[in-house]
């Protein structure tokens, strides 16, 4: 990852565009979690996050203009890095976590949807505990003026929130997390490849 983010800081056209991706995947995230919302029952916390996750979509919009004024205005395919694979990242990641959520325990509406949430939501986060550290770094090394530290803060948070709520919904919830986990490395492998892919043939 840190040579794709060397790569990518580099390049002021580059870099919009990988802000402008990792803004349309934490508006999906957001999207998703607001689908997943009880009607009824919706707790502080889960308005909470789906709030931060939309928030930093439009943190990240906000930081491509200090490296590329008025690029990347919406996130049609043109404006994204490898487009087709970020939008099935986190799409496919949900499909494959209720699907196992169904064959594994049966679970079914709104349980399907609380169950998927979780978990999903506990996967991106452990990656996101990943990558936006990396990229950081690389970020305060070259000294740009784009920081993603706000994010890295709440990203934190979120995933001990995760943590608790796992706890509380199966005392299975490691095995659980365990399996979602390779299910979302392998996603995540091809997304970055295909991200890395494309930086390479510019």
């Known amino acids: ?35 997943c919302e009880h009607p009824i029952l919706a707790t502080e916390m889960i308005l909470k996050h789906s709030a931060e996750e939309a928030r930093h979509a439009y943190y990240l919009k906000k930081q491509i203009q200090k490296i590329d004024k008025g690029s990347c205005p919406t996130y049609e395919k043109q404006y994204l890095l490898a487009p087709k694979m970020s939008f099935y ?27 998927a949430y979780l978990l999903v939501t506990y996967a991106i986060e452990v990656r996101a505990d990943e990558l936006y550290p990396k990229y950081q770094d690389v970020l305060t090394e070259a000294k740009s003026s784009v920081n993603v530290k706000s994010i890295i803060a709440e990203e934190i948070n979120h995933l001990a929130e995760m943590k608790h709520q796992l706890k509380e919904f199966s005392p299975e919830w490691e095995k659980l997390c365990s399996t979602v986990v390779e ?11 295909a991200v890395e892919k494309e930086i390479l043939a510019n």
């Open 183 to 193: 299910v979302e490395e392998k996603l995540f492998n091809v997304w970055i490849n």
């Open 89 to 115: 990242y986190i799409h496919e990641l949900d499909i494959k976590v209720c699907r196992f959520l169904k064959d594994t325990f049966g679970y079914s509406g709104n349980d399907l949807k609380y169950a």
């Open 1 to 35: 990852m840190e040579n794709i983010f060397e790569t990518v800081v580099k390049d002021n056209k580059l870099h919009a565009k990988w802000l402008n991706t990792l803004s349309m995947m934490e508006n999906a995230g957001a999207k998703k979690i607001k689908k």
